[in-house]
Structures are given as C-alpha cells and as structure tokens.
C-alpha cells in the first residue's frame, strides 16, 4: 500500500445509472469516474465482482475468478456489431430505482447466449482472435468454470452437490461426455467472460489513468455451490458425498442476534499448506488483476475462524478454530512481494492475534464511524483515537446508511453523543460524519455514495441476516 493519503467512494456498478435494469460497464462507469477524477477523489470502492445466484449477494458467488455477466454493457456490444439496437429497444420496463435481479434474469442471459450464438457469423477476425487468446490465457479456471454453469443449466439450476456422483466426483468420462454434450453452453460462458473483463479491464486502465485506483473486495470464504469448491474438494472439510462437515459463520454480534450463519465450505488448511497455498495465490493474483487494493473480507477468519457444525439453523452454537495465521501470509507475500495492497477487514469479534497479525505485515485494518458512539472517549472507533494505518469509512455496505442509522438504528445515546462529539445539531448528520471521516489521521477516508447523497434508509445496500431484497 501506497504511504499517501487518499479518499474515495464505495459504489457498486450495479448501482450506477442504467437502461436495462442495473448498472453495467457502460459510458455511466466512465462518467463515474470523470466524476471521481473532478471532484479530486482517488479511490474508488466495488464489492465483489463474481457472478451472484440465489439471493444476488456478490459474497456467495459461483467462481472467486469469474466476472458477472449482468455488468457486460449491452450497448458496447451494439458498437462491437455483436447485438442490433432493436433488441435493446424491445427491453421491459425495468424499475429505476431497484435492481430486479430475476427480470434482469430473464431478459439478459437469453440475450447474451444469442449474441454467442451468433459470434462466429458477426464478430471480425481480430474480435475472434482476441476471444481465441482469452480463453488460452485462461484456461486454467475459465474451462472448469465454464463447465460447471452449462452444468447448472443442464440441472436447472440445481446446487452440484445434487448432480450424479459421477459429474460431483468429476470422473473424467462423465466429465469429457458433458464437455460433447453441453459444448454451445461451454461457448456461451466462455464468452461472456471475455465480455466481461474486456470491458472491466479496459474501465479500469481508464481509472488508472485518471490517477483513481480501484478498491476491490475478496470474501474469504467461498460459496458451496461454485465452481471453485466443485474443482477443488480436498482443498475444503467435506464429507464422502460432498456435503461440508462444518460451516463458515460468525457468532452472535452488532449485525445480529445469533450470529450469522453464512454456509460457506470451511477450508482445510492443513491441506492447502501442504501444496502451499496454490489455491490462495492463484486467487489473490486473480484479484490484483482485477484491482489495484484487495479489501479481504473477514480477515479475523485467518486468525481464527468460527466453525459451525452442518446442519445448524443458527450460528450461535460454533467453535472458534486456529487459522493459519503468519505462515499464510508469508507464502502470499514472498510471491506477491513485501508491500502487499492488501486491506484487512478487521470488524467483529477481534482478538489480540487478530491485531497482532495485521500489524506484522502491515496492513491497515478499518474503522466505522456509526459503531462510534455507543460507550465513551475511549472507544476505538472515535476518530481521536486512530492511529494512521487505518482506512476510515462513515458505514459500509452492511451498515445502514447515515441517516438511516441516525433516525432508526441508533439509540438516543448514541445520536447525543455523535452531536456533541461532532459539534452539530444533527440537521446535516451525513455530511458531519464525511467530515469527521476526511479530518481524521486514517491513511485513506472512503464513503458510500448514499451518505455523500444524503439518503435514507431506504438506500441501504444490505442487511445481513435477510435472505431477500438486497443488493
């Protein structure tokens, strides 16, 4: 991490004005960033980036290397000849300020397995051989990433673990017969994440010019259902069938009453060790592509994590467990070098080998100003108390927004105390909590958009612990 002190914006691209339903890849993101640029903002801050499934959350995505399809801008495509403007004119009614991820659905995936369809037809001799060259230079996720969608289209969705033994033990047979089978799907899959890193790569190259570096996000853990615990099963506790034995989460905290429940595979670090981390550096190289700065989600789970028994309904009855710790992070530095970009998301239950750890290599951890004002002067996240390795944020994207926070979240202590410590009346809370946040000695200063806006409630990105209607 650069030792200059920066601020900036978290805003998804879903956010970002769109006419088909969401924010994509388009000129939007290209005006976001003049944006950024003219208001002297250097950073910008995504969540993650994978294609989502069930409940949209980009933390439980199919592929830690894939991109989503929903962000490929449709009218790039148009420019590139790959798509007529008709078929963009024919598009529903899509709500303006929601995303309708099941509409979106729809009317999207059909539309870009069309335009795969109609590559070879359309598309020019330089397009083909710059599509060729992607998929050689990828081959080492893109084809088993490839395979398991058309997979999951062909079971209609359904989780691998629910396919027949022979694709969950990817026996190489059943596994070459579904490549003959399935190959148009293989095609399609292919395809758009050439779509899509063309376009975000070439977003990217854009910020970076314009002095922005972009702030990326990687969930710890993986999602059950993806392509990487499909591909690498001895890498996670699993049980002869491929059903995990235990489960990632959290115990109970200020997000929720019996923890969170997240789901996810829990790794087997014992295993990855002993192949020293291939997995991990292949995917922390992935993210450094995709990124200049890698917020890493859950930092505290390479302390120690929580490990839930399989089958629980709560979070609440789990265990902590030993990560791995300094070994791991000396691997990924020793490959990735001494300076690593890297963001320690170090909210929640925090232990002295948390800290410990994150100050041995230097990372910066993360204050949030709205968990501020519920004891006294001593508490750590008061911005009198920093110290400068911090990234400093009003909320996040699990936080409500500021107001939303001020007017339903916060109790009366807390909105008199945030008066007093910020010196204000509470009429432009938002915008007091930005400046606290810009003020402070943290190395960088990010806010989400809907503070800079001055939304409510109704703007929240996510709320941890429900299932539906967010993102």
């Known amino acids: 991490m650069q030792d200059v002190r920066r601020s900036g914006v978290l805003l998804h691209l879903t956010s970002l004005p769109g006419k088909y339903g969401i924010g994509t890849l388009n000129h939007e993101a290209y005006h976001w960033v003049n944006f950024l640029a003219q208001t002297r903002q250097t950073l910008w801050q995504v969540l993650p980036l994978g294609p989502t499934g069930y409940g949209d959350s980009p933390y439980q995505s199919f592929s830690s290397f ?65 599509f060729g060259q992607f998929v050689a230079d990828n081959a080492d996720w893109l084809e088993d990433f490839a395979l398991f969608m058309a997979l999951k289209d062909a079971h209609n969705g359904s989780p691998w673990i629910q396919w027949d033994m022979a694709l969950r033990a990817r026996q190489k047979g059943a596994l070459n017969e579904a490549r003959k089978a399935y190959a148009s799907a293989l095609h399609n899959h292919r395809l758009n994440q050439w779509l899509f890193y063309r376009q975000w790569l070439a977003l990217k190259s854009y910020a970076n010019s314009q002095g922005i570096q972009i702030v990326g996000d990687i969930p710890i853990f993986v999602a059950m259902d993806s392509s990487d615990a499909w591909t690498n099963p001895k890498e996670f506790f699993l049980d002869d069938q491929y059903h995990p034995t235990a489960v990632a989460g959290v115990p109970p905290d200020y997000f929720a009453a019996t923890g969170q429940l997240w789901g996810n595979p829990l790794y087997n670090w014992k295993a990855m060790k002993k192949n020293g981390y291939a997995w991990w550096l292949r995917r922390m190289r992935a993210a450094l592509r995709l990124y200049d700065i890698v917020r890493v989600d859950h930092f505290r789970g390479f302390a120690g994590y929580w490990e839930v028994p399989a089958g629980e309904e709560t979070a609440v009855n789990g265990e902590w467990k030993k990560g791995p710790g300094a070994d791991f992070f000396n691997v990924v530095r020793s490959e990735l070098g001494e300076n690593l970009p890297i963001i320690a998301e170090d909210l929640g239950e925090i232990t002295p080998d948390v800290i410990e750890l994150r100050n041995s290599f230097g990372l910066p951890g993360m204050k949030i100003l709205q968990f501020a004002f519920s004891t006294d002067a001593s508490d750590k996240f008061l911005p009198h108390n920093y110290e400068r390795n911090f990234i400093v944020y009003t909320g996040t994207h699990d936080n409500d927004t500021t107001w939303g926070w001020y007017e339903r979240t916060a109790n009366d202590h807390e909105r008199d105390f945030a008066r007093r410590y910020l010196r204000t009346d509470g009429h432009d809370i938002a915008w007091s909590m930005v400046d606290a946040a810009f003020r402070s000695v943290a190395l960088y200063a990010i806010v989400p958009l809907q503070d800079l806006l001055n939304l409510r409630g109704e703007a929240r990105m996510n709320l941890p612990g429900r299932a539906e209607g967010n993102w």
């Open 66 to 130: 894939a991109g989503n399809p929903y962000l490929i801008s449709l009218e790039a495509l148009v420019e590139m000849g790959l798509l007529d403007q008709w078929e963009l004119d024919s598009a529903p009614d899509f709500p303006r300020n929601m995303v309708d991820f099941g509409a979106i659905y729809n009317w999207k995936m059909p539309l870009l397995r069309r335009v795969a369809e109609q590559f070879d037809a359309r598309a020019s001799a330089e397009i083909k051989a710059e």
